[in-house]
């Protein structure tokens, strides 16, 4: 059974063409900016079959077209990847189109069945240089490091995320660092720029912890037409979400 904390249908964010999202509850980081902040904690969620996951996929498949299909993301999908691998596998003999959207931090052999069956990761890289990412996680970037590396060997397509924070992930020296250590990444087919904004705020609040971001203003355009073209020159497609 996998613990969900919630769906949502028709989204048109999360992978390519409309997607049902299951957002997972559970993640190993606490991001400063976190938007889903009422996932993290591990406890909670609701118990779902996936029996009742491929039943809710059937019934929005009109809606998929193409290109849509599933998207798992959370929460950090992987830390229940042990019971995730079912869920993709039925999806997949359906032939359901997959995405994991992850913080690319667990890697074992749950996670690589898991991605057997994926066709895009949604990888969020949340910082180029290790203590900057410490920062803004709580944990350093080596473990997702390498996870790309694997999906790199395995040839698996990656669309790279990354949350453009005023003051702490909008350096252009760091973007163009961050370019630089991917732009021979053949899997990855195109960098998402993820502008900041405030929306977690009010769940951090909700949920007793202090929200560290709050004099952090949402980016400028000028910010995130300079952040694309320093990182147009490393990947094959860039757009701001
Ligand atoms: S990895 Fe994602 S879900 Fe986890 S704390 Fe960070 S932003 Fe939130």
Redesign the pocket.
Same mark, same amino acid.
């Given at each position: 059974m996998l613990r969900v904390h919630s769906f949502e249908s028709l989204g048109t964010y999360d992978g390519p063409g409309i997607r049902l999202v299951a957002f997972l509850q559970g =993640? /190993?980081? %606490? =991001?400063l900016? =976190? +938007? /889903? +902040?009422d #996932?993290?904690e591990l406890k909670g969620g609701s118990e779902t079959s996936a029996e009742e996951i491929v039943a809710m996929a059937k019934n929005q498949k009109p809606f998929f077209g193409k290109k849509g299909g599933l998207t798992f993301s @959370? @929460?950090?999908p992987l830390v229940q990847a042990k019971q995730l691998l079912p869920v993709v596998k039925a999806l997949k003999e359906e032939g359901f189109h997959i995405c994991i959207d992850t913080?690319g931090s667990i890697l074992n052999e749950d996670v690589k069945a898991v991605m057997q069956f994926t066709d895009i990761v949604l990888l969020?890289i %949340?910082h180029i240089y290790s203590e900057q990412h410490e920062r803004l #996680?709580g944990k350093k970037n080596e473990k997702t490091l390498a996870f790309i590396n694997y999906l790199k060997e395995i040839n698996k397509p990656v669309w790279l995320r990354y949350v453009l924070v005023p003051g702490y992930s909008d350096n252009p020296d760091h973007l163009h660092q961050l370019g630089a250590h991917f732009q021979n990444f053949e899997n990855i087919e195109k960098l998402e720029i993820q502008p900041y904004h405030e929306l977690g705020a009010h769940k951090y609040e909700h949920l007793g912890w202090e929200y560290q971001l709050k004099d952090v203003k949402a980016n400028t355009p000028e910010q995130l037409d300079t952040a694309k073209s320093i990182l147009t020159n490393y990947f094959k497609e860039v757009v701001i979400n």
């Open positions: =993640c /190993n980081f %606490k =991001c900016y =976190c +938007a /889903n +902040a #996932t993290i @959370g @929460g950090e913080n969020d %949340k #996680t």
